[in-house]
């Protein structure tokens, strides 16, 4: 099973083929547009040559089917915004200010309203269609322990500024990256990682100079 998936327009990509028929079956089959046309053909209708019972029974029983369709395709979106419950999604939204911004957690619940499905993730409701990845649980915590290593180290001071005082910030980012498994750890940066050995090197450096002085 992989990993991540891509989402499109709320919906989990399989395939090329797959997709194609699901955007075919929807533009196609559109019960009001069905309606629509039935109704202006009658009110257009030559009155020397007018429709007769048999081809309207026909055209009522494609609408049926096209309805019958419809709805299977609904009972499909359903059930495909139901799986994201319990998982954990990357979703690419827009806030109030109109800037694109990605929230990544946990959905809790779905929410069906007027203009479609809506998910909880953190507190807050986004729509659906929003969701770009779903992450398996592994890699969504590796990538949670990646941006919590990188934001450690971006908070570090640089190696003319660091001060023996900061060998505790040092530690207990060296800490982080410990408690990592191996399979966390292959997604770290390998500059900041080395980032952090020199700022360690520099840190002993520091305190060899101190006892020499003493």
């Known amino acids: 099973m992989a990993l991540i998936q891509e989402i499109q327009n709320g919906k989990v990509v399989n395939n090329t083929s797959s997709n194609d028929s699901t955007a075919a079956s929807k533009n196609n089959f559109d019960k009001d547009m069905f309606l629509q046309l039935l109704v202006a053909e009658m009110k257009y209708q030559d009155p020397l040559e007018p429709t007769t019972n048999t081809e309207y029974v026909s055209e009522l029983a494609s609408f049926t089917q ?3 369709t419809q709805n299977v395709q609904d009972k499909m979106e359903d059930m495909q915004a139901s799986t994201y419950v319990g998982k954990y999604v990357i979703l690419n939204t827009t806030d109030a200010s109109g800037n694109q911004t990605y929230v990544s957690g946990k959905v809790d619940f779905l929410e069906k309203k007027d203009d479609g499905y ?19 649980e592994t890699y969504y915590n ?7 290593f990188e934001d450690a180290i ?6 003319q500024a660091l001060t023996l005082q900061d060998e505790e910030k040092i530690k207990g980012v060296r800490t982080l990256y410990d408690s990592m498994d191996s399979y966390q750890q292959q997604f770290i940066n390998q500059d900041s990682l080395k980032t952090l050995e020199s700022l360690e090197k520099r840190i002993e450096s520091l305190k060899s100079d101190e006892e020499t002085s003493e």
């Open 66 to 68: 096209v309805e019958a």
């Open 118 to 136: 809506y998910v909880s993730v953190n507190d807050g409701l986004y729509k659906a269609e929003d969701v770009e990845t779903i992450a398996d």
């Open 142 to 148: 590796a990538m949670m322990m990646t941006k919590a």
């Open 154 to 159: 971006e908070k570090l001071p640089n190696l």
